[in-house]
């Protein structure tokens, strides 16, 4: 290997968080080898027995590199060993890979003043700031997801400090698909020439794929004239179609006595009407009526239609204060305080009603709404259903993975969430499930995603998500 080479080449120390994280992360750096601490080991060791999620990730972790490392020496554990290959993207052969290298930065000398020695991050920054030292022609770069480690890092004097971002399919939040794109002024007038067709109720136009070259399915198309909006329905190298909505149509929509209150509700209405729309991901801040939809739209197509046979709501449990201690009674009696949105909208939908708590209990029963949680959902087959997933911004991918593949078939699947309001620990805006899927179901057929842009709840909801 020549010495330009042997410079390209890095060095990254992972920390125990990148793992939890990402439990396969170490092998995501390519041709550059990748150390594991043997602090790293034992924090794993620690969390592997503990009653939470990140325990799962910790055990996940450790049988995978248990996996490279089992047949290997002692020696050539501490030497390095050559991580699997994977195939290259143009298929010319397997990449080349790096070494997976465990050190026992226990023996390491303390070459850092002014830190606790006893701290496991101390420990972890003292070990790559030694191997920076030893390793002059490589770039030894910590990584981690703690940011005030990152910062520590730097004050000590390793020279490259890096997050975790092999996951993140964007940059920025600001980035993240809105499931609609906003023209200013008139679009016809925009467009231009196009053909256009009959299909049933419906007009659908076909527009030259340039007007509009970054599109995706079921994107909503709205413009400032107040009268135009159209869903893209489909589109190849050529042309795109477009099935005409119309603003009025979309505001004149009802499920279950709730009609929307701008067009974002409408678009989101309409998309959670549609039977052929398995999968509907409502982002927004709190109270633009992400929920209320949600139920309302299951119970139109559940109790009126006749299309779905139950619902099945869930959400994950983080707390934002203190524990309020085990909960007594069944399954759904302990997610009750969790689910509490559900039965408050349940109230707000019925609230007309001569005897609202006696209509709530009877749609319940009527709609078969079944409160779940996410902990049992694993193995389970999900059929003709309507499945409402609440406050999906707190799960993982790894997470929302399991629940997307329960979905059986006639099955439709809700998410909503703000990624304004994550309470996980170990979650970002940028790292949270929501913020995957939306990415990575934009263009599958069946999925739409509408950012209820606004809020409705009240006027002191609005002040206060603008200005707090």
């Not at 709190?286 to 109790?303: D, P």
């Amino acid at each position: 290997m020549g010495k330009d080479q042997e410079l390209d080449r890095k060095m990254y120390v992972l920390d125990t968080n990148v793992l939890l994280h990402e439990p396969l992360a170490y092998l995501s750096f390519q041709e550059h080898d990748v150390v594991i601490p043997m602090t790293v080991l034992e924090e794993l060791d620690h969390i592997k027995d503990r009653k939470r999620d990140v325990s799962r990730d910790a055990r996940i972790a450790i049988r995978s590199l248990d996996g490279v490392l089992k047949d290997a020496s002692p020696e050539e554990m501490l030497d390095g060993v050559r991580l699997p290959s994977v195939q290259s993207s143009n298929e010319s052969g397997p990449l080349s890979r790096g070494k997976l290298i465990i050190v026992n930065d226990h023996l390491f000398p303390d070459s850092i003043s002014g830190l606790p020695g006893n701290e496991n991050d101390h420990i972890i920054i003292n070990c790559a700031v030694r191997l920076q030292k030893q390793h002059t022609q490589k770039k030894v770069v910590l990584v981690t997801k703690d940011i005030n480690m990152r910062l520590k890092a730097k004050g000590a004097g390793l020279q490259f400090v890096e997050d975790y971002r092999t996951d993140q399919l964007i940059d920025d939040i600001k980035l993240l698909s809105l499931g609609y794109k906003k023209f200013s002024g008139d679009f016809w007038q925009s467009v231009g020439d196009c053909t256009s067709e009959q299909q049933g109720r419906y007009t659908s136009h076909h527009v030259p794929k340039s007007f509009l070259p970054d599109v995706f399915c079921n994107e909503y198309l709205v413009d400032d004239s107040e009268h135009f909006a159209a869903r893209i329905t489909g589109y190849d190298d050529a042309n795109i179609t477009l099935k005409d909505l119309g603003v009025e149509r979309l505001m004149h929509q009802n499920a279950w006595g709730v009609q929307p209150k701008n067009v974002y509700q409408g678009m989101a209405m309409d998309a959670l009407l549609d039977p052929n729309i398995e999968l509907v991901i409502l982002t927004g801040p709190a109270g633009c009526g992400k929920t209320l939809l949600a139920l309302a739209s299951a119970l139109e197509m559940i109790i009126e239609k006749g299309i779905y046979d139950k619902v099945i709501v869930t959400r994950n449990t983080p707390e934002i204060a203190e524990s309020i201690g085990f909960l007594p009674g069944t399954e759904e009696e302990k997610m009750a305080p969790w689910l509490a949105a559900i039965t408050d909208t349940l109230e707000v939908l019925h609230k007309n009603d001569e005897s609202p708590i006696s209509s709530r209990n009877y749609i319940m029963e009527k709609a078969n709404i079944q409160f779940k949680s996410v902990n049992f959902m694993r193995g389970r087959s999900i059929q003709n259903a309507v499945v409402i997933l609440d406050e999906s911004q707190n799960l993982t991918a790894s997470q929302l993975k399991t629940i997307i593949t329960r979905c059986g078939e006639g099955t439709k699947l809700i998410c909503t969430g703000n990624l304004a309001q994550i309470d996980s620990n170990y979650l970002t805006p940028l790292t949270s499930g929501l913020t995957y899927i939306v990415e990575r179901f934009k263009h599958f057929e069946g999925s739409a995603t509408i950012n209820l842009n606004g809020v409705v709840r009240s006027r002191l909801a609005s002040f206060a998500e603008e200005n707090l």
